[in-house]
């Protein structure tokens, strides 16, 4: 385009679907569809509100540019013209990419695709305009580029709109009528103009001719396949886009035929079409939608129109082989266009009637097996309804209906939906708006949109939703249901569905979601919560330009009452704390607890740290009060640390790091004091950056030692497998345990090479303890999997890489992974799922400690889990604890789960676990952790030996 310018639904039963369904009668008064017309223009204003208010500001603005052309304002003509060009682009782009964002589905993707092409074309037009400004004219320019992608995304999104929508044979027949209009086309343009362009060099010209031959051949190949897909044809959507095309390929043939003999002037009337067709393609595709005709007689037209496309195409072929035959007999790339034509005329034929053959002898078969069917349906009908009213479910059946609000009219309902809602069947079917009308407030625009894109895409509905029950009380149901199209295309739509009660379910969940978010003894928010919470309120302090402050409480001296009253009054005097802690800030704040006897106050909407600190005073006034504990008055003092949000880089991670470096600064100034965080506190950072460069030193010098625990089978007392645990032997310090550096590796990233280490080193030693004797093949040894490491890229390879090295089956290794690592979306469908596929062994580590939802467990396929040690250490002693733990095992029984309990130490706690059914465990009772070398030991029978005699 570089030389453009002058610069050149009824009663049924369910098993009743293929007969003629009759609406059931309902009363259609005037004032049901006013509201009903009322509610879909509203829908239809509020989806275009975007793409009009564009327009709104676009169209006069280019009107302008328009006229400034005309009148020559200034004397700037070719000013004018390029700007109206460029506000045509950008507004075409700017008007389908919103209707893109704002649509769903297939016809998102269609919007998307010509967004796109118009995308294209404005940046190749502000190429242009770059272009004229430096005077470089020639052929081929960047600009071109830009221009000539207009046509291939818009060809594709052509293509997606037939994909699926007709039969294969009839898809592949819209293929070859576009490519056959496309060459019919090519030759016409080409004995046109063909022999002037001669002179333009090769490339020169095949980009000149281009321009006409792509724009009108995407309008003649668009326009097969919208008849096609037997879209109602109405000056809008997909035909307007067509229209803008066609004018753009017109425009081209008239620009090029003047340009022949003499470059058209700037402001031409042919250049105006250039922006009126690209505006019209932008908001053709804004109003693009999958529409079938509305009436017989548009069908029919459609029908004809279609199939008169590509005869043309033939005819005006042959005729042009003939014509230029007559006078020259050479043959030419026009001559080969039109015989291209021709000839796929042909194969469409041959494919069409191929396909039609093989359909009359499926017809034939079918005719005999629609007999034997007919024979067998009567009796299949009867049992099927007797089962379909039997299931603990209620059986329905939909048929679409654009005048019932959620777009379709129950033909048939089981009676079990009375013992559901309490409605019986007959009520829904006498009163489509019943339905509709039972769903909860809140949920009934995500279950109207369900329902709507259900019947428009043909997408099996799955909804969760709430509905008002006869009696008052609110029912949870799963919705689940199919459509389908009863006889021929264009036939009525059928859902058939399934409506189940999930309310206990529901209760469940919201149950195990509030356990898992919140601290078991005071019910103030965990640590997984809080900082949750945290992390939403910095986004909407950046949001809302205000500060966030952050105090980390601890209870000074708070061991002294466990060691003299007990951890029962400990755990009193916390419930106490955390109860007066609630009372005393504001309604916004969010109270935690963070273990222990340290707690979080997240207070959002601060002015300053003014405000922080005496919220502070607040709260060590209100604690300070005297607390009766078994018959005594404690009074009890904080030690508070305050952070404030600084700056828009401040995560939670650091600001919780900086309130616990704060509080620990008032614990050091003599407790019963706050501090507010100040960065002369970073010297203890510096003393972990320095602990940082040791630890990576040692990871890459493999300076870090496993020891191993065994995991034994409590049925016969054997040691099945062991689990690696992995010591830093450091030079000054010693044997560093891992809670002292794990943390710190988690923080920094260097938990993937450590982990990375640990599964090389623990499957190095196993193959080495196989090859010796040591151990039976079938021995297992567990590996801790940090969530940050496996949704590393490539990590179900690495691990697939360190089992080949050493040797070993995929099933001796088991990867011990956390609650949270179940909540990352990325590993649903990566690497855990590929480690599964492999044979290695998924185990959840400390159940019940993290963010459990039961769904994760169908999602995940995971064979054990293992009971954290604080639920082991109180059973038998404490109700709550053996709950758990009772519950665990039969949560894991129902899976086909393993459970490996840990932490076990006393007898006690193994007999109430092999009475309780646990299969395995692991703790101080069997053996404590030991180095590689002294697992031969364990394994020839001394602690097993051990074992039984104290169990005796």
Same mark, same amino acid.
């Given at each position: 385009m570089a030389a453009r310018t002058n610069d050149l639904a009824a009663d049924a039963g369910p098993f009743e679907l293929t007969d003629p369904l009759t609406p059931p009668s309902r009363p259609d008064t005037s004032?049901? +569809?006013?509201?009903?017309?009322?509610?879909?223009?509203?829908?239809?204003?509020?989806?275009?509100? #975007?793409?009009?208010?564009?327009?709104?500001?676009?169209?006069?603005?280019?009107?302008?540019?328009?006229?400034? #052309?005309?009148?020559?304002a200034g004397g700037q003509v070719v000013l004018w013209e390029n700007a109206h060009w460029t506000v045509a682009g950008l507004l075409a782009a700017a008007v389908a990419a919103s209707a893109a964002h704002r649509s769903r589905g297939v016809e998102r993707r269609l919007r998307g695709l010509v967004a796109l092409g118009a995308a294209s074309w404005a940046v190749g037009q502000l190429c242009w305009d770059l272009q004229t400004a430096m005077a470089y004219f020639s052929v081929p320019a960047p600009s071109d580029i830009g221009y000539l992608f207009l046509v291939v995304p818009v060809i594709v999104a052509l293509a997606l709109a037939?994909?699926?929508?007709?039969?294969?044979?009839?898809? @592949?027949? =819209? @293929?070859?009528?576009?490519?056959?209009?496309?060459?019919?086309?090519?030759?016409?343009?080409?004995?046109?103009?063909?022999?002037?362009?001669?002179?333009?060099?090769?490339?020169? *010209?095949?980009? #000149?001719?281009?321009y006409p031959i792509l724009h009108l051949a995407t309008a003649g190949a668009g326009l097969v396949s919208l008849l096609a897909t037997r879209a109602a044809v109405r000056l809008s959507g997909g035909y307007l886009l067509l229209v803008g095309f066609a004018m753009l390929g017109f425009a081209w043939v008239e620009w090029l035929r003047q340009a022949l003999v003499a470059l058209p002037p700037a402001g031409s009337v042919v250049n105006y079409v250039f922006s009126v067709g690209i505006v019209c393609v932008g908001i053709g595709a804004a109003g693009w939608r999958f529409e079938d005709s509305s009436d017989g007689t548009s069908r029919r037209a459609t029908t004809i129109v279609h199939g008169a496309l590509p005869l043309t195409a033939l005819i005006g072929s042959a005729a042009l082989i003939i014509v230029r035959h007559a006078s020259t007999p050479e043959i030419g790339l026009v001559d080969l266009a039109a015989l291209g034509a021709i000839l796929l005329a042909g194969v469409r034929q041959t494919l069409l009637v191929h396909e039609r053959g093989r359909l009359l002898d499926d017809s034939g078969r079918a005719r005999e097996e629609l007999e034997e069917a007919l =024979?067998?349906?009567?009796?299949?009908?009867? +049992?099927?309804?007797?089962?379909?009213?039997?299931?603990?479910?209620?059986? @329905?059946?939909?048929?679409?209906?654009?005048?019932?609000?959620?777009?379709?009219?129950?033909?048939y309902m089981s009676p079990q939906i009375e013992s559901i809602l309490g409605y019986p069947a007959e009520a829904f079917l006498a009163d489509p708006e019943l339905w509709p009308g039972l769903i909860h407030p809140d949920d009934r625009k995500a279950a109207f949109a369900a329902y709507h894109e259900h019947w428009a895409t043909d997408r099996p509905l799955r909804a969760d939703y709430r509905m008002h029950a006869r009696d008052g009380s609110l029912v949870w149901v799963h919705d689940e249901a199919y459509s389908m199209t009863e006889g021929p295309a264009g036939g009525r739509r059928v859902s058939q569905g399934l409506l189940v009660d999930t309310t206990d379910q529901k209760r469940l969940e919201e149950q195990?979601?509030?356990?898992?978010?919140?601290?078991?003894?005071?019910?103030?928010?965990?640590?997984?919560?809080?900082?949750?919470?945290?992390? +939403?309120?910095? *986004?909407?302090?950046?949001?809302?330009?205000?500060?966030?402050?952050?105090?980390?409480?601890?209870?000074?001296?708070?061991?002294? =009452?466990?060691?003299?009253?007990?951890?029962?009054?400990?755990?009193?005097?916390?419930?106490?704390?955390?109860? +007066?802690?609630?009372?005393?800030?504001?309604?916004?704040?969010i109270a935690a607890r963070q273990g222990g006897d340290e707690f979080t106050v997240l207070l959002d909407l601060v002015r300053s740290v003014d405000d922080a600190v005496a919220s502070a005073e607040r709260i060590a006034t209100e604690l300070r009060r005297p607390i009766e504990l078994e018959g005594r008055s404690i009074v009890i003092t904080l030690s508070v640390g305050i952070a404030l949000a600084t700056d828009a880089e401040t995560d939670a991670d650091d600001l919780l790091a900086h309130a616990d470096a704060a509080m620990y600064a008032a614990k050091g100034q003599g407790k019963a004091r706050y501090a507010v965080f100040d960065p002369a506190m970073r010297v203890r950072a510096r003393s972990r950056l320095q602990m940082e460069v040791e630890l990576r030193t040692a990871i890459d010098q493999e300076a870090l030692e496993l020891h191993y625990q065994p995991i034994v089978e409590l049925a016969s007392n054997r040691i099945v497998g062991f689990e690696a645990l992995v010591r830093w032997r450091h030079a000054e310090h010693g044997l560093i345990l891992p809670n002292a550096f794990i943390p710190l590796a988690e923080a920094t990233g260097l938990i993937v090479p450590l982990g990375r280490l640990v599964t090389r080193s623990a499957c190095r030693e196993l193959r080495a303890w196989i090859d010796n004797g040591s151990c039976r093949g079938d021995l297992t040894v567990s590996v801790n999997v940090s969530p940050r490491q496996a949704v590393e890229p490539g990590f179900a390879a690495e691990v697939a890489e360190i089992l080949a090295t050493t040797s070993l089956q995929p099933s001796s290794l088991i990867l011990e992974i956390t609650e949270s690592l179940m909540l990352h979306e990325s590993v649903a469908s990566g690497s855990l799922r590929q480690l599964h596929e492999m044979g290695v062994q998924l185990v959840v580590d400390d159940f019940g400690t993290g963010f459990s939802a039961l769904e994760y467990f169908k999602r995940f396929a995971v064979q054990g889990l293992k009971i954290d040690r604080s639920f082991i250490a109180g059973l038998g002693r404490s109700r709550e604890d053996t709950a758990i733990v009772s519950a665990t095992l039969a949560f894991a029984s129902a899976l086909g789960l393993s459970v490996t309990a840990e932490g076990v130490e006393t007898t006690d706690q193994l007999d109430r676990l092999r009475a309780l059914g646990c299969q395995q465990a692991q703790g101080y009772l069997f053996a404590r952790p030991v180095p590689a070398a002294e697992v031969p030991g364990l394994l020839e029978g001394a602690v097993a030996l051990a074992l039984l005699s104290r169990a005796s």
């Open positions: 004032k049901d +569809r006013r509201r009903s017309a009322l509610a879909g223009a509203w829908s239809e204003a509020r989806d275009r509100a #975007t793409v009009r208010r564009l327009l709104i500001v676009g169209l006069p603005v280019l009107g302008v540019l328009m006229l400034l #052309t005309a009148s020559d037939v994909h699926g929508r007709t039969p294969r044979a009839e898809e @592949y027949a =819209v @293929y070859l009528d576009a490519t056959a209009i496309f060459l019919a086309i090519t030759a016409v343009i080409l004995a046109a103009y063909g022999d002037q362009l001669a002179g333009l060099g090769l490339l020169a *010209a095949g980009v #000149t001719v281009a =024979v067998q349906r009567a009796a299949a009908d009867s +049992r099927y309804q007797v089962l379909v009213e039997r299931v603990p479910a209620a059986v @329905y059946i939909d048929v679409a209906d654009p005048d019932v609000s959620d777009g379709g009219r129950l033909a195990l979601l509030h356990d898992a978010l919140h601290d078991p003894l005071t019910g103030l928010a965990n640590r997984v919560l809080f900082r949750d919470h945290v992390e +939403r309120a910095l *986004a909407g302090r950046r949001r809302r330009g205000t500060k966030v402050a952050l105090l980390f409480v601890d209870l000074d001296d708070f061991k002294v =009452v466990n060691d003299s009253l007990g951890h029962k009054a400990g755990d009193r005097l916390l419930i106490e704390v955390a109860n +007066r802690l609630t009372a005393v800030i504001r309604a916004g704040d």
